[in-house]
């Protein structure tokens, strides 16, 4: 069975430092893997995906993931951290059937 | 409207209540999703519908009670909740065709509070 984990229940990071939000996965096939954001009161937004191809995926607002197969992770970066940027992130992985998610990863970037 | 609505955006409800979700995509897509977030509780996915045919329900009790009329729509009727169903409920919807790769748009969802 699929499963991704997020190790980290809180990330703090001080605005305009880099950022790394970790993900880490087990899937029996090729994997599908997926960032989303949420903010506060709203529904999940898709951020970015891995399906093959270059093992650093670019997304939205300045986030990009790097895939590496032989540690089985999927970490969401992002080079200077916004205030804005402060939300709850959830990695999620698909092997063929729905997505599975990460309980996700609560980010605070401090002014 | 674009993207995914969801009505109402909060709820309160009594036990001995019946309420119904309201979910409608306006992205042409085929498959649609009912999930449940609860605090300190992974994403939970309820009931999958593609091509308006439930295609997976994750052993969710019968007090949950979803309907598909069409593509577009997707309901979740709600009937003798329990409190610890108090939740956010997220709608989704994805172009899916099998093991498709399509990520998911969710809407805003429903914050439900059971009494």
């Known amino acids: 069975a699929q499963s991704v984990a997020q190790p980290e229940d809180q990330v703090n990071v001080a605005e305009g430092n880099p950022l790394t939000v970790k993900c880490t996965y087990s899937?029996?096939?090729?994997?599908?893997l997926f960032w989303y954001v949420q903010y506060p009161n709203r529904g999940l937004q898709f951020l970015l995906k891995?399906?093959?191809?270059?093992?650093l995926v670019k997304g939205s607002y300045g986030f990009e993931a790097e895939f590496n197969k032989s540690q089985t992770s999927f970490h969401l970066k992002k080079p200077s951290a916004l205030v804005s940027d402060s939300a709850l992130y959830f990695c999620?992985?698909?092997?063929?059937?729905?997505?599975?998610f990460g309980k996700g990863t609560r980010l605070s970037v401090i002014a | 409207e674009t993207g995914v609505t969801q009505t109402p955006r909060h709820l309160v409800m009594g036990m001995t209540n019946k309420k119904s979700l309201k979910c409608e995509q306006h992205?042409?897509?085929?498959?649609m999703y009912w999930y449940k977030q609860s605090a300190k509780k992974p994403l939970e996915l309820m009931f999958v519908?593609?091509?308006?045919?439930?295609?997976e329900n994750n052993s969710v009790p019968s007090r949950f009670s979803p309907e598909c009329p069409n593509s577009s729509h997707l309901f979740l009727h709600l009937h003798t909740l329990q409190p610890e169903d108090s939740a956010l409920y997220l709608c989704?919807?994805?172009?899916?065709?099998?093991?498709?790769?399509?990520?998911?748009?969710f809407g805003p969802g429903t914050r439900l509070t059971v009494l």
């Open positions: 992205l042409g897509h085929n498959a």
């Open positions: 891995y399906i093959t191809g270059d093992n």
């Open positions: 899937v029996s096939g090729n994997p599908y």
């Open positions: 999620a992985v698909r092997d063929g059937t729905p997505l599975v």
């Open positions: 989704a919807s994805s172009q899916d065709r099998g093991s498709s790769y399509n990520e998911q748009f």
């Open positions: 519908y593609n091509f308006k045919e439930q295609t």
